[in-house]
């Protein structure tokens, strides 16, 4: 099993829709969480840590289940601009961190 | 300012060639990383500094060497690479090394060896 699971894209989608994408992670000892977007031939970018209380940017709203070892990213009002992959990132005991396979977003006009 | 700067973007180099990559950023942190990225997969770390000093290595073969000359510089030397060593390779950094920092990329150098 993979340390850190992520849905399986692609995601199309037509603007103004809202997209979730969902995470699983092995390591019930993790302690920081992370989603990065990264576009096609660029570097990844953080988008946001994700804490137990749940954080909100603009359209972007992550949760962390620490339970159910589970993490979600919710995008409402899907722009164009949002097209990217999106990447689930924790990171484990040892400092590093461990990043999921990725989920394509495409947002359609 | 959360800016990582890499040079060469793009690198083209034979199997016999030595080449160095080179990854700067002045925004104090003391953590510095080397990424090796695959077309359409995630990230892969390979190297770790610390306060200058060496602190993970990942098992990443001897034609890649890197060195840290400052706190603000982190260089990844090239010998005798193979074609399948061709990938995006990207620095990072961290205010420190672990929890909860987080880490910012630099755009990646694109190296194909031919």
């Known amino acids: 099993r993979k340390e850190v699971e992520q849905d399986p894209g692609p995601f199309n989608v037509p603007e103004g829709a809202t997209v979730a994408f969902n995470c699983t992670y092995s390591?019930?000892?993790?302690?920081?969480f992370f989603w990065y977007r990264q576009d096609c031939r660029k570097e990844p970018k953080l988008l946001m840590s994700?804490?137990?209380s749940g954080n909100e940017d603009g359209r972007f709203t992550a949760q962390l289940n620490r339970a159910s070892q589970y993490i979600s990213l919710l995008i409402r009002d899907s722009k164009l601009s949002d097209s990217a992959t999106y990447l689930c990132v924790v990171r484990n005991q040892g400092g590093k961190l461990i990043f999921g396979q990725g989920t394509e977003l495409s947002v359609k006009p | 300012d959360t800016e990582v700067t890499q040079t060469p973007k793009h690198l083209v180099m034979g199997m016999t060639n030595k080449k160095s990559l080179k990854c700067e950023q002045h925004m104090g942190h003391r953590a510095m990383y080397w990424y090796k990225q695959k077309a359409k997969k995630p990230p892969e770390l390979m190297f770790v500094?610390?306060?200058?000093?060496?602190?993970i290595n990942e098992s990443v073969p001897s034609r890649f060497s890197p060195e840290c000359p400052n706190s603000s510089l982190l260089n990844l030397h090239l010998h005798a690479l193979q074609p399948e060593d061709s990938a995006l390779y990207l620095c990072?950094?961290?205010?420190?090394?672990?929890?909860?920092?987080?880490?910012?990329f630099g755009p990646g150098t694109r190296l194909t060896v031919t």
């Open positions: 994700v804490y137990s």
């Open positions: 500094y610390s306060y200058e000093k060496l602190s």
């Open positions: 990072a950094s961290s205010q420190e090394r672990g929890d909860p920092y987080e880490q910012y």
């Open positions: 390591n019930s000892a993790s302690q920081s």
